[in-house]
């Protein structure tokens, strides 16, 4: 079955980084599109930035252009998250997804991804 692995979250003081990594299982890698998305206490899920199947093209949630960049490695079956300037507004639960190349799901939207990670935690302290 399909299975997405995500680590790499902790807790960070602000203006610090981290980097998280996205495993994927079961599925032809190179044939998906991955996104990650976050949810905060309290709020619901949201896009942060996504990467298209072959990584020619990525996507960024206003919040996180300029400090975030989404890449990844179809060799290892990894989506990488790197995250620099954090501040105590991305603390969140981090879940990277994953939809087929060719769906007609939003590629900006939680609905339009099949598969998801268990989320890891990430907490930035002021």
């Known amino acids: 079955q399909v299975q997405l692995v995500e680590s790499g979250g902790g807790l960070v003081q602000a203006g610090g980084s981290l980097r998280l990594s996205c495993v994927a299982s079961g599925l032809t890698f190179s044939n998906y599109d991955m996104g990650w998305f976050r949810q905060a206490p309290g709020k619901e899920r949201e896009f942060v930035t996504a990467i298209r199947w072959s990584g020619g093209s990525t996507d960024y949630a206003d919040s996180a252009k300029g400090r975030f960049t989404i890449s990844r490695d179809n060799a290892k079956n990894t989506v990488y998250l790197q995250m620099n300037s954090l501040n105590p507004e991305d603390t969140a639960v981090y879940y990277c997804?994953?939809?087929?190349?060719?769906?007609?799901?939003?590629?900006?939207?939680?609905?339009?991804?099949?598969?998801w990670g268990q989320g890891t935690q990430v907490t930035v302290s002021s």
């Open positions: 997804a994953a939809r087929p190349a060719w769906s007609s799901g939003s590629y900006y939207h939680s609905p339009g991804y099949d598969y």
